[in-house]
């Protein structure tokens, strides 16, 4: 979709270096704070922050609906679809939890943010192995109230259909029984598509969905736990 000029200017000339005075910021903020709390409680703070502040200024309207979230002591692994890059601030402005992200290694050479991810405790993943060590790491992050987030696509969708859910984090939830809550984000791909640098102010929603319990499930289930979740997740994305 072609651009109207003055849109345009806008976004390379006031929106992206207003964002990265913010992102680096609140990155630097995040940065001392881990030194303060290495937990990580503090720099997520900020990143909460710094999320609601980039959806202000590039006029991102967000609307949250649907069921409650859970009580901020309960952990649990919130599953969420991925259009854009803008999910990750939209679900950090929407859930207000202590929350840490499953994402790809590669996130934590990005200044700043990647930077935070890794001080911060959020868990990167080497894809091609990603090994058993991941159990573990797991299960340090999610003490003390501490929530999941993860994107089991894997990558973000160019069309904005669904592609399948991986089912490794679902084997990792029945291994730790937590619940798992489906979120549905809408309209994050017509803010910021995969294949564009620009910001399009515009409505987002965030659809909360009763959460799925993992109490008595195997590993043999989580493959249709998967199918089950990425099905909910697309009738409301």
């Not at 651009?3 to 001392?32: E, K, N, Q, Y």
């Not at 909360?208 to 109490?215: Q, S």
């Not at 043999?220 to 994305?237: G, H, K, M, N, T």
Request: proline share 6%; charged share 25%; net charge positive.
């Amino acid at each position: 979709m072609r651009l109207p000029p003055l849109h345009w200017w806008r976004t390379v000339c006031f929106l992206i270096p207003v964002i990265a005075v913010v992102t680096i910021a609140c990155g630097t903020a995040s940065l001392v704070a881990t030194f303060l709390d290495r937990r990580g409680r503090m720099a997520h703070r900020i990143a909460e922050r710094w999320a609601r502040l980039l959806l202000r200024i590039t006029g991102v309207r967000l609307e949250r609906a649907g069921a409650a979230l859970p009580g901020a002591d309960t952990s649990c692994v919130f599953v969420a679809n991925h259009a854009s890059f803008y999910d990750i601030p939209i679900l950090f402005a929407a859930v207000p939890r202590q929350l840490r992200i499953m994402a790809k290694a590669t996130l934590g050479r990005v200044p700043f943010i990647g930077w935070h991810l890794k001080r911060a405790g959020h868990l990167l993943v080497d894809r091609e192995r990603p090994g058993a060590a991941i159990f573990k790491r797991m299960q340090r992050t999610l003490r003390h109230g501490v929530s999941l987030i993860v994107f089991p696509e894997g990558a973000r969708t160019l069309t904005g259909e669904l592609d399948e859910f991986k089912a490794g984090v679902f084997m990792l939830a029945i291994e730790h029984k937590l619940p798992i809550v489906p979120l549905s984000v809408a309209g994050s791909r017509d803010v910021m598509p995969r294949d564009r640098l620009m910001v399009t102010p515009g409505p987002v929603r965030v659809t909360v969905h009763d959460w799925i319990a993992t109490d008595g499930m195997t590993r043999r289930d989580a493959r249709e736990l998967a199918r089950r979740v990425r099905d909910i997740i697309a009738a409301a994305s």
